[in-house]
C-alpha cells in the first residue's frame, strides 16, 4: 500500500464514530476484566481456604478411635452397686448403645440441640441463617448453630477456639464424618462422650454423678436436665446452679412437646415434678470416707494388671457396700470421738470380709484428709492375744484337744517369762477356759508344746504373709500383721478351714466399657485346717464374746465368735471376730506407736466392733454359726467370770478416776 492509499485509509478510519470503536473493542475489555477477576478470585480463594483450613486435622483413618481421642488418664472406683465412690480426673462412663438408652433421652438431646439433625448432612443451613440473624440483632453471639455433629468434630478434633475460622472448619469436618458413619453412629458418639459438667462425659458419667443411677433407668425428667447442660455445663450446672438448670430442663421439655416427642400429659408431669440430685449430692461426702478404699483400689487394680501395662483410664469395681463403709466409718470415728482422747487413742481401723472373701467395708484411718496411710492394709502392727486362736489351732494339729490342761503359774522358757493381763495366775485351767480368759502362761505352753515352726507354718497356711520368727513370744503375738490379713484368718474359722484370701477389686473396665479384668466366680476355698479344729477354735470364740474377754462385743439375736488382743503397753488394741454373714477385724493405736492409756481389745475395738455388726446386721436373718455353742458353765467358770468381771471393772474405775 502506498502512502497515498494509507492516508485515505487513515481519513476513513477517522471518519468512523467513537462509540463504534470503543463498542467494537468491548469484548476484549470485558475479557481481560473478567480474566482479571478470576485470577483475583483464584488467588484470593486460595489464600482465604490456605486461612480457613491450612492447619484443619484430619479425622482419623478409624472412626472408632473418636471414642477414645482426648479422653485424659482417669480413674473412677465403684462400689458393688455401681455407686461412684470416688474419681481422679475426669468421669467417664462406660460405652452405652442407644438401643439401652430410654428413647426420651436421644429426644431431649436432639430437641433442644438440633431438631433437623436427621435432615441435614452435618451442617444446618437454616439454623446457621437463623443464628446469625439473632446474634446480628443483638450485636453478640447468641447463639451458635452448630449441628450435633458440628459440636462432636469441635469437641474431639477441633480446639475450643470460637472464631468464623473455626466455624467453617467445623462445617467441613461435620459433612466429611456425615458422609463416613451413620447418623445413628454419630448420635450414639455425641451422647457417650458431651460434656456434661462436674467432670462428667457422658450420659452414663452424668447419670452417676448427678442421679446416682445409670443410663437406662433415666426418667423423662433426668433425661431434659442432661440435655439441658451442654448449652454451659459449668454455669448451668446441677450441684452449684439447680435452679437455673431446671429452668432450661423446662425449655427442653417444651422442645420435646413441640417436636411431639412427648404427650401434653408427658410434659405437665415433668414439668411439675422436675428431677432431683441423688442424696448423696445433697450432703456430699469427703473424701475421708471413701479415701483409703479408692488407694487400696487401685492398688490391687495395678497389681493385678501389672505395673508396666499402660492403661489410660480405668473403671474399677470393688467388692465395697456403701451402706457397710459408712457404718464402719462411723462406728471407728463415734467411739474414738467420744473415748480416744481420754484413753490416749489417736486412729482406729476396721475391715469386713464376707464369707467369700470380698471386702465389704475398709477404714484405713479416722480421715483420709489428714492422713492417707492405710492403717487396715498398710500398717504393720503387734496382733498380741488375737493371735492365740492360730497357737491353739497349732495345738490341735500337734494332737492336743480344747480340754486339755495346763498349769496357769509364773513360767520361765529360755529366759522368757510370760506374765498374765493383771498379775494373777489361776492354777489348772484348759485350753479352752485359757483362750476365753486370754491367760498368756497357757498359750506360751501349748506354743512351745505344738512346735514354733508348726505354729508360724500354720499362720502362714492361714493366711499372714509376713514371715515370723518361731520364737517362743510369738505365741503372744510378738510378730507383726495387717488387720486385713488378719481378719482374713479369722474368716478361715468362720469357714471351716477353708481359706479364701481377701479381695477388694471384682472388675476392671476401660472408660468404653470394655472388660479388661474379672474376679470370676468365688472358688470353693483351700482347706487349710480341718473342719473339727477350725471347729474347736470357733466354739471357743464364742465363749469368749459370751462370758469371757469381748463381752462388749455381743450382737443381740445373733450369734458371734471373736477374741480380743492387746500388744505390750496398749501400744496396740484389738478385736477381730465373726458371724454367719460377717468377719470383721478392728484395730485402734496410735501412728507413733506410743502407749495407750491402759486400752486393751475387751474394751474400744470390742465396742467399735460391736456398734459395726449391729448396724451391718440390721434387718438380716440370724443364723448359727457351723461350731457348736460353748457348754453351758460350771460353777468355776461362773467364779471365773466373776473375778474377771470385778478385775476389769476396778481396771476402767482406776483409769476414770486418774483422767485417764
Avoid at 462406660?94 to 430410654?102: A, D, G, H, I, S
Amino acid at each position: 500500500m502506498t502512502i497515498k492509499e494509507r492516508a485515505i485509509t487513515f481519513r476513513a478510519d477517522e471518519s468512523e464514530p467513537w462509540r463504534a470503536r470503543v463498542l467494537r473493542g468491548l469484548p476484549l475489555i470485558l475479557a481481560g476484566v473478567l480474566l482479571v477477576l478470576v485470577a483475583a478470585g483464584a488467588v484470593g480463594g486460595t489464600i482465604a481456604w490456605r486461612w480457613a483450613f491450612h492447619d484443619l486435622p484430619d479425622l482419623p483413618e478409624d472412626i472408632d478411635a473418636l471414642w477414645d481421642v482426648r479422653m485424659e488418664p482417669s480413674v473412677t472406683v465403684l462400689a458393688d452397686d455401681g455407686t461412684v465412690m470416688a474419681v481422679r480426673g475426669p468421669l467417664y462412663g462406660r460405652r452405652v448403645p442407644l438401643e439401652e438408652m430410654p428413647a426420651h433421652l436421644p429426644q431431649a438431646f436432639i430437641a433442644i440441640e438440633d431438631r433437623r439433625f436427621f435432615e441435614h448432612s452435618g451442617v444446618d443451613l437454616h439454623g446457621l441463617a437463623r443464628s446469625f440473624w439473632v446474634n446480628l440483632r443483638a450485636g453478640r453471639t447468641v447463639q451458635g448453630g452448630s449441628t450435633l455433629t458440628m459440636q462432636l468434630v469441635k469437641n474431639l478434633v477441633l480446639t475450643p477456639e470460637r472464631s468464623l475460622r473455626r466455624k467453617l472448619q467445623e462445617i467441613r469436618l461435620a459433612r466429611q464424618l456425615e458422609r463416613r458413619i451413620s447418623k445413628q453412629e454419630i448420635l450414639e458418639l455425641y451422647l457417650n462422650r458431651v460434656y456434661l459438667g462436674e467432670q462428667a462425659y457422658g450420659v452414663e458419667a452424668a447419670a452417676r454423678r448427678y442421679f446416682q443411677t445409670t443410663t437406662s433407668e433415666l426418667t423423662l425428667q433426668e433425661a431434659a436436665l442432661l440435655a439441658a447442660l451442654p448449652k454451659a455445663p459449668t454455669r448451668l450446672a446441677p450441684t452449684e446452679n439447680m435452679e437455673a438448670a431446671l429452668a432450661r430442663a423446662r425449655l427442653v421439655l417444651s422442645a420435646m412437646l413441640e417436636e411431639e416427642f412427648i404427650d401434653p400429659i408427658a410434659y405437665m408431669t415433668a414439668a411439675t415434678i422436675p428431677a432431683e440430685l441423688a442424696q448423696a449430692l445433697l450432703a456430699p461426702e469427703d473424701a475421708q470416707i471413701w479415701g483409703h478404699v479408692f488407694d487400696a483400689a487401685v492398688a490391687e487394680a495395678l497389681a493385678i494388671l501389672g505395673a508396666d501395662r499402660a492403661i489410660p483410664d480405668l473403671v474399677i469395681t470393688t467388692t465395697i457396700d456403701p451402706a457397710l463403709q459408712r457404718a464402719a466409718h462411723g462406728a471407728v470415728n463415734a467411739v474414738l470421738d467420744a473415748q480416744g482422747e481420754a484413753r490416749q487413742a489417736g486412729e482406729g481401723a476396721l475391715a469386713a470380709l464376707a464369707p467369700d472373701g470380698r471386702v465389704r467395708a475398709l477404714v484405713g484411718g479416722r480421715d483420709y484428709r489428714q492422713s492417707q496411710f492405710n492403717r487396715a492394709t498398710q500398717a504393720l502392727r503387734q496382733p498380741g492375744s488375737a493371735f492365740k486362736p492360730v497357737v491353739y489351732a497349732a495345738a490341735f494339729e500337734a494332737g492336743m484337744d480344747p480340754a486339755t490342761t495346763f498349769n496357769d503359774e509364773p513360767i520361765d522358757i529360755d529366759g522368757w517369762s510370760p506374765v498374765n493381763f493383771g498379775g494373777r495366775f489361776l492354777g489348772r485351767i484348759t485350753i479352752a477356759d485359757a483362750l476365753k480368759r486370754s491367760v498368756n502362761t497357757v498359750a506360751a505352753q501349748a506354743g512351745v508344746r505344738a512346735g514354733m515352726d508348726n505354729v508360724t507354718a500354720l499362720a502362714a497356711r492361714l493366711g499372714l504373709s509376713r514371715p515370723m520368727l518361731p520364737v517362743p513370744a510369738m505365741t503372744l503375738g510378738a510378730g507383726e500383721v495387717t488387720l486385713l490379713e488378719l481378719t482374713g484368718v479369722y474368716s478361715v474359722f468362720a469357714r471351716d478351714g477353708l481359706r479364701r484370701d481377701p479381695y477388694l477389686v471384682r472388675e476392671i473396665r476401660s472408660a468404653r466399657g470394655e472388660l479388661i479384668w474379672e474376679a470370676g466366680r468365688a472358688a470353693p476355698g483351700e482347706e487349710v485346717l480341718s473342719v473339727e479344729h477350725a471347729r474347736w477354735v470357733s466354739t471357743m470364740m464364742q465363749s469368749v464374746i459370751l462370758d469371757g474377754t469381748g463381752t462388749r462385743a455381743r450382737i443381740p439375736g445373733h450369734t458371734a465368735a471373736g477374741k480380743t488382743g492387746t500388744s505390750q503397753n496398749s501400744r496396740d488394741a484389738w478385736f477381730v471376730g465373726y458371724t454367719a454373714h460377717l468377719t470383721a477385724g478392728v484395730w485402734v493405736g496410735n501412728d507413733d506407736d506410743t502407749p495407750m492409756q491402759g486400752v486393751t481389745g475387751g474394751q474400744l475395738p470390742a465396742e467399735i466392733w460391736n456398734r459395726f455388726m449391729v448396724a451391718a446386721h440390721e434387718g438380716v436373718e440370724p443364723a448359727d454359726l457351723s461350731a457348736p455353742a460353748p457348754r453351758r458353765r460350771s460353777a468355776r467358770d461362773e467364779q471365773l467370770a466373776a473375778f474377771y468381771s470385778s478385775l476389769s471393772a476396778r481396771f476402767d474405775a482406776e483409769l476414770d478416776a486418774s483422767g485417764g
